[in-house]
C-alpha cells in the first residue's frame, strides 16, 4: 500500500503562484509514475502533468509553460510548481502515484483545494 498526502493548496490571486505537494509512504517501490490531476466543480477530472521514475514530464496543454512538476526522491515528495494562476486553474488537486505496467498499484491522495480569486 502507498499512501499519498497533498498539501500546499490555498487562496491565490489570478496571476500568482502556489506550489503543491504530495508526500508518499508506504510501498512506494511498487510506483513509478506520478501525476497531477484536477476536477473543478461541474468540469471532469482532467490529466494536469505527469513525473516518471526517468524524469519525463508532461504536461496538459492548459498549464504548459506555467506549471512545473518535479520531485525529491530523498524526500518521496512530488511538487506542483504552479505560476501565473488563473481563475480556471481553481480545483482540487488530487495526485495518483501508480505502476503503468500493474495498475494493481494505483493511489490517489484525498486532495487539495486551490481557490484562485480575480
Known amino acids: 500500500q502507498v499512501q499519498l498526502v497533498e498539501s500546499g493548496g490555498g487562496l491565490v490571486q489570478a496571476g500568482g503562484s502556489l506550489k503543491l505537494s504530495c508526500a508518499a509512504s508506504?510501498?512506494?517501490?511498487?510506483?513509478?509514475?506520478m501525476d497531477w490531476y484536477r476536477r473543478a466543480p461541474g468540469k471532469q477530472r482532467e490529466l494536469v502533468a505527469t513525473?516518471?521514475?526517468?524524469?519525463?514530464?508532461n504536461y496538459s496543454d492548459s498549464v504548459k509553460g506555467r506549471f512545473t512538476i518535479s520531485r525529491d526522491n530523498a524526500k518521496n515528495t512530488v511538487y506542483l510548481q504552479m505560476s501565473s494562476l488563473k481563475a480556471e486553474d481553481a480545483a482540487v488537486y488530487y495526485c495518483?502515484?501508480?505502476?503503468?505496467?500493474?495498475?494493481?498499484?494505483?493511489?490517489w491522495g484525498q486532495g487539495t483545494q486551490v481557490t484562485v480569486s480575480s
Open positions: 495518483r502515484g501508480y505502476n503503468p505496467w500493474d495498475l494493481r498499484n494505483d493511489y
Open positions: 508506504g510501498s512506494i517501490f511498487s510506483i513509478n509514475t
Open positions: 513525473i516518471t521514475r526517468a524524469d519525463t514530464t
